[in-house]
């Protein structure tokens, strides 16, 4: 043991303890010694400079898209259906005998009702559910898959432009009331699909479930929206009558019969499909559904056909392989197993999994007089919407033509569309008045003009000056030669599909870059006003800001908001 004595020998004295002058700098010189540090988590300042996370949502009448801004991909999609509406505690989906139960048919029933988060006809909507539903699902967007405190969070929602104002004040307000945000910034499917897509104007043709939304975009603003009720919509419904009649079936020996009527002799006489069939006939939809692609072809729209009806070329050696394949595919027999009682597999031809599509979407065989406004094939629609635009914002978007959506998967559907559209063009051109008439008369004034130019005639012989040739002027090739070195060929005036993103990766795209919206609500003057808060372009005074002042100087900011393109 130690003693006492040894104990203090063994303690430092004053003189021998090492001092603090190493750590003093030169008086010469006075600097703060430099700290080293291994690696960045031990840095107590780099927390306060971390990056607001800003959190985008595509709300859609069936599905919603969350993620974080700057990445790719949402980081979930969830949909509105009936099994997400169940109280707490409701586990009877997970029975083994609950796929099996007996289903009734029911009556009155909607196509999709169960399915849906709204309808465009305000009417049948209960906008208090409409609430309640879009509460539950962003709430578990944000607790099991984002993982974020919702409360002093920037929101950037992407929303369709024909959003109704009711619905459009219900979805702010669930919103508002319930996750405390700060502000939200509206951002319009169309502009994005142009943005994600990396251009700056384009045709959007969006077939969504309700509707088919075609909409013009120029220097990312909207210009002309058109729309239609060929959306998906009817086309699972066309696939569940279709699976119904070979579902009746009885026994393997047995075909289907087809009607010798017209479409439009059985347009009204068509059953009514059953609801059990409704997620049988998503699937069989999104799985199989397919479009034939028919090469471009003289159109019968002159004579008032629709241009889905190409008729068929005579067969040569070189559309030989093309016309076995055709014949092929008629024979091709699909073994599809049904979900419900008895659960029969179903032998439905792969040539028919198609008709639903060409029915629903192109209106194969149909007259285009007899459709209504609301109900125009989608070929029609697009030559339309182009037709309306003025000729230098067409030749930009015809370039760019933007085919999103759900029923975009369809495979054979987007080129089947370009093509219907390059023979529309190719027969009418973008003549306005079309028609018999309208088609004699033209073929009148090109016999007309070139028998006069077949004359050779000279203007002192009494010919027309405007038929000559003009004059080629040197100094005016070589300006527009050297302005084609200087500028940057684009595409334009052709007919040409482009592939997007999607609205989503668009949103996320745009809010990374920081840019401030044209649709920006703030809460506290939403929950004061709602919508009546909002003002017209023209009242909307944007002050001239001062970056010497800083950013808390109020200066550079809005005066008020706008609804934008929901306006």
Request: net charge neutral.
């Given at each position: 043991m130690a003693t006492t004595a040894g104990y203090f020998d063994r303690k430092p004295t004053a003189t021998s303890r090492p001092g603090l002058s190493h750590l003093q700098g030169d008086p010469a010189s006075p600097h703060t010694p430099q700290r080293t540090f291994s690696s960045a988590f031990s840095s107590p300042a780099l927390s306060y400079r971390a990056e607001e996370e800003v959190v985008v949502l595509e709300l859609g009448a069936r599905h919603l898209s969350a993620g974080i801004v700057g990445e790719s991909n949402p980081r979930c999609r969830l949909d509105f259906g009936p099994e997400r509406n169940r109280r707490v505690g409701d586990y009877r989906q997970y029975l083994p005998e609950y796929q099996d139960r007996p289903r009734k048919k029911r009556r009155n029933y909607k196509w999709g009702e169960d399915h849906e988060l709204w309808?465009?006809?305000?009417?049948?909507?209960?906008?208090?559910?409409?609430?309640?539903?879009?509460?539950?699902?962003?709430?578990?967007?944000?607790?099991?898959?984002?993982?974020?405190?919702?409360k002093n969070k920037r929101l950037v929602l992407v929303l369709p432009s024909l959003v109704p104002?009711?619905?459009?004040?219900?979805?702010?307000?669930?919103?508002?009331?319930?996750?405390?945000?700060?502000?939200?910034?509206l951002f319009?499917?169309?502009?994005?699909?142009?943005?994600?897509?990396?251009?700056?104007?384009?045709?959007?043709?969006?077939?969504?479930?309700?509707e088919a939304v075609?909409?013009?975009?120029?220097?990312?603003?909207?210009?002309?929206?058109?729309?239609?009720?060929?959306?998906?919509?009817?086309?699972?419904?066309?696939?569940?009558?279709?699976?119904?009649?070979?579902?009746?079936l009885e026994g393997p020996g047995q075909q289907r019969r087809d009607s010798p009527q017209t479409q439009e002799d059985t347009a009204y006489d068509q059953p009514s499909p059953d609801s059990r069939y409704f997620e049988f006939s998503e699937e069989v939809t999104s799985r199989i559904a397919w479009c034939p692609v028919k090469g471009q072809g003289p159109s019968e729209s002159e004579q008032g056909t629709n241009s889905a009806h190409i008729p068929e070329q005579p067969v040569?050696?070189?559309?030989?392989?093309?016309?076995?394949?055709?014949?092929?595919?008629?024979?091709?027999?699909?073994?599809?197993?049904?979900?419900?009682?008895?659960?029969?597999?179903?032998?439905?031809?792969?040539?028919?999994?198609?008709?639903?599509?060409e029915d629903g979407l192109l209106a194969k065989g149909s007259n285009l007089h007899t459709h209504d406004d609301h109900e125009q094939p989608l070929p029609q629609l697009i030559y339309k919407t182009l037709l309306s635009l003025p000729p230098d914002v067409r030749?930009?978007?015809?370039?760019?033509?933007i085919i999103t959506g759900g029923g975009s998967n369809i495979a054979g559907l987007k080129t089947r569309l370009l093509n219907e559209l390059k023979t529309i063009v190719k027969t009418r051109g973008w003549d306005p008045v079309y028609g018999k008439v309208a088609g004699e008369a033209k073929q009148h004034r090109?016999?007309?003009?070139?028998?006069?130019?077949?004359?050779?005639?000279?203007?002192?012989?009494?010919?027309?000056?405007h038929l000559q040739p003009q004059v080629e002027d040197e100094i005016t090739e070589k300006l527009q030669k050297e302005k084609l070195k200087?500028?940057?060929?684009?595409?334009?005036?052709?007919?040409?599909?482009?592939?997007?993103?999607?609205?989503?990766?668009?949103?996320?795209?745009?809010?990374?870059?920081?840019?401030?919206?044209?649709?920006?609500?703030d809460r506290d003057s939403f929950l004061t006003n709602g919508l009546a808060g909002a003002k017209k372009e023209s009242e909307v005074v944007h002050a001239a800001q001062r970056m010497s002042l800083g950013a808390r100087s109020g200066l550079g900011e809005k005066t008020g908001w706008t609804l934008g393109a929901w306006a």
């Open positions: 309808r465009m006809n305000l009417r049948e909507v209960n906008l208090g559910l409409v609430e309640d539903k879009v509460e539950r699902v962003v709430r578990e967007a944000y607790t099991k898959y984002l993982l974020l405190d919702s104002h009711r619905l459009l004040s219900s979805i702010l307000s669930s919103i508002f009331s319930n996750f405390q945000t700060l502000s939200i910034t319009s499917s169309p502009v994005l699909n142009v943005a994600a897509a990396g251009c700056r104007a384009g045709l959007v043709v969006d077939i969504g479930w309700e075609i909409t013009s975009v120029y220097e990312l603003r909207d210009v002309r929206t058109q729309w239609t009720t060929r959306a998906m919509k009817v086309v699972t419904q066309q696939m569940a009558i279709l699976l119904q009649e070979y579902a009746k040569t050696a070189e559309g030989g392989a093309s016309e076995a394949h055709k014949q092929t595919q008629d024979h091709t027999t699909v073994s599809i197993p049904s979900p419900l009682p008895p659960h029969r597999t179903l032998q439905i031809p792969f040539a028919k999994l198609a008709e639903p599509v030749s930009q978007c015809m370039a760019r033509i090109e016999a007309v003009r070139n028998s006069r130019l077949s004359t050779n005639a000279t203007p002192s012989e009494g010919a027309d000056t200087s500028s940057k060929a684009t595409a334009a005036g052709e007919i040409r599909g482009v592939e997007t993103l999607g609205p989503w990766a668009g949103g996320s795209l745009v809010a990374s870059l920081k840019v401030k919206g044209v649709v920006e609500i």
